[in-house]
């Protein structure tokens, strides 16, 4: 995913919360969504797009003040690019 996508997406998210359409009930289904697409991807299929998806679900859930599993989005030590 690249960095305008993933702002693009942030913003969608944050400009209907701020706008009273979406709740906080909302942005949690979007960040179960987010990781669960994080989860099926899995540890092996280790992408600069699969970054972009972990950190793009703390940032929706960090502006909607939810919960996120998601802790960081670093890969792992042993990844190669």
């Known amino acids: 995913m690249d960095y305008a996508t993933k702002l693009a997406l942030r913003g969608i998210v944050s ?3 701020h706008a009273g359409t979406i709740d906080q009930r909302h942005i949690s289904k979007i ?3 987010l990781v ?5 991807a899995g540890r092996d299929n280790q992408t600069t ?3 972009s998806l972990r950190q ?5 859930a960090r502006d909607g003040q ?3 599993p ?3 989005a670093d ?7």
């Open 56 to 60: 793009l679900c703390m940032d929706i």
């Open 31 to 33: 960040v179960e969504a």
């Open 49 to 51: 797009a699969r970054v």
């Open 15 to 17: 400009g209907l919360h």
């Open 36 to 40: 669960d697409a994080d989860e099926k």
């Open 66 to 68: 939810v919960d996120c």
């Open 75 to 81: 890969p792992p030590m042993d990844w190669k690019f």
């Open 70 to 72: 998601i802790t960081h």
